[in-house]
């Protein structure tokens, strides 16, 4: 199990050139990318969503990429001959009329502003992209060991969540029985009372039958039992479980819901209130699931 939150970063260099990246993701409901790279680098983001997306199915993650090249071929300097020709123009200008003496050099022309220009060298696009796949890689690695590792914190807290519902589903299951047999019994001194000890049994049975019905929670609590295994089984697994797991706790509350409107008894109805609170702080940690 995966959480979505996690950090990971790379650096990597290969023939001169340092790529590092680094990956911040919070919790999202589908797959969405931020990129902050260099414009110049626009050619790889195809590329690199694809990277991401083979590892990483949902969450926001801000992607940071910083360059640099240090290969010799990495600059070109060229000399703007027409400008420093009008230097030399302008300073012998200024050497005949005044007194200054000429003492030109070509480290002074190399200072003068623009004399010399630095240029960009061509990126060799494949190298770039060989080494931008290496880097995300990288840095998908160390994020997914940061998500797996909390990811298993959360799975072990959810299982536990999971096992307070299954617990209370046994006492709701255990405890029906006696909640119509206890009916049955205030129902038949109720009638005593009113009708002076003479009770028709078949009448009493019968009305007991129909509130038995009424309040019958059999059916509910096999289901939150079926419930109960699919998350246990979800939760078992290496893939991304967050969107079916959400929908089986769901379900979970669905049925803790109708228990909760057919049975007036408060035992049951204390085991409800548990059962709605792990299944209240199941969901808000399923929103930060893979």
Do not use: W
């Amino acid at each position: 199990m995966y959480s979505m939150t996690g950090y990971g970063r790379a650096t990597n260099t290969a023939d001169g050139r340092t790529m590092t990246i680094e990956l911040k993701s919070v919790n999202h409901r589908f797959l969405d990318l931020n990129f902050r790279m260099p414009r110049s680098f626009a050619f790889l983001e195809d590329t690199a969503r694809k990277t991401i997306a083979k590892r990483i199915s949902r969450g926001h993650i801000d992607v940071f990429c910083t360059y640099v090249n240090l290969r010799e071929d990495s600059k070109i300097v060229t000399a703007d001959m027409g400008l420093v020709k009008a230097y030399i123009t302008a300073l012998d200008e200024i050497e005949k009329e005044t007194s200054l003496r000429d003492d030109r050099s070509l480290s002074l022309i190399s200072r003068l502003p623009d004399a010399l220009r630095i240029t960009e060298n061509a990126e060799d696009e494949e190298a770039l992209m060989e080494l931008m796949v290496s880097t995300m890689n990288d840095a998908l690695d160390n994020l997914n060991a940061m998500r797996l590792k909390e990811g298993e914190a959360m799975k072990a807290d959810m299982l536990l969540k999971i096992s307070e519902i299954e617990k209370e589903n046994e006492f709701i299951e255990n405890r029906y029985p006696e909640t119509v047999q206890e009916y049955q019994t205030k129902l038949k001194m109720r009638v005593e009372e009113l009708l002076n000890g003479q009770l028709d049994e078949n009448r009493l049975a019968q009305e007991v039958a129909i509130m038995a019905d009424r309040a019958a929670i059999a059916e509910e609590t096999v289901r939150l039992k079926s419930h109960i295994r699919q998350a246990r089984e979800k939760c078992s697994l290496s893939e991304p479980v967050g969107r079916s797991l959400d929908f089986i706790v769901q379900e979970m509350n669905r049925e803790v819901n109708t228990i909760s409107s057919k049975s007036q008894d408060i035992p049951i109805t204390q085991a409800v209130i548990k059962c709605k609170s792990a299944i209240e702080k199941l969901r808000e940690q399923l929103q930060n699931v893979e």
